[in-house]
């Protein structure tokens, strides 16, 4: 869980990168992880071994049938209001992917925090702030007021 969170090496190298999987030869030695630690660590490490990952993986395991599926959008458009935010460090979803998302969402707001792939529990009040900016914008039509 560690690894997965966030947890580095003694020598400060990332236990987990989305090219290699968890660099087992570093879980005697991993070091807290930045955005799941305490007592949300210990309750996440229960639940899974009470109910193992298999919900979790599942959107891994239809990776292709959303693939598949998703190739059927490349001619329709999202046009409802979206925000997207991303973690400006986050290795697996980097912001690059995502900066094509507005040929088929053109009412697309993003935006970046400076976080990982936990971007809600490593900055939740940047996140929050956001996301309240947001829907005060688009959904009432005011500005912020922060």
């Keep these: ?10 020598q400060g190298k990332p236990c987990f990168r989305p090219e290699t999987g ?7 030695t991993i070091g ?14 229960k639940e899974y071994m009470r109910h193992g990952l298999h919900g979790p993986l599942n959107w891994y395991r239809t990776r292709r049938i959303n693939f598949e599926d998703d190739l059927k ?3 329709k458009m999202v046009e409802q209001p979206v925000l997207f935010i991303s973690g400006k460090h986050d290795v697996v979803l980097t ?6 998302m507005g040929s088929f969402i053109p009412r697309l707001r993003r ?6 792939h936990w971007a809600l529990t490593q900055t ?3 996140v929050n702030r956001i996301v309240g900016d947001w829907l005060r914008e688009v959904a009432f039509g005011t500005k912020s007021l922060l």
């Design 95 to 100: 912001p690059d992917m995502s900066k094509g």
């Design 73 to 75: 959008l490349d001619t």
């Design 22 to 28: 968890i660099n087992l030869g570093a879980l005697e």
């Design 111 to 116: 935006r970046e925090v400076e976080s990982d």
């Design 1 to 10: 869980m560690k690894a997965l969170y966030g947890g580095r090496s003694e």
């Design 124 to 126: 939740p009040e940047d």
């Design 32 to 45: 807290a992880a930045p955005s799941l630690d305490g007592e949300d660590l210990e309750y996440y490490t």
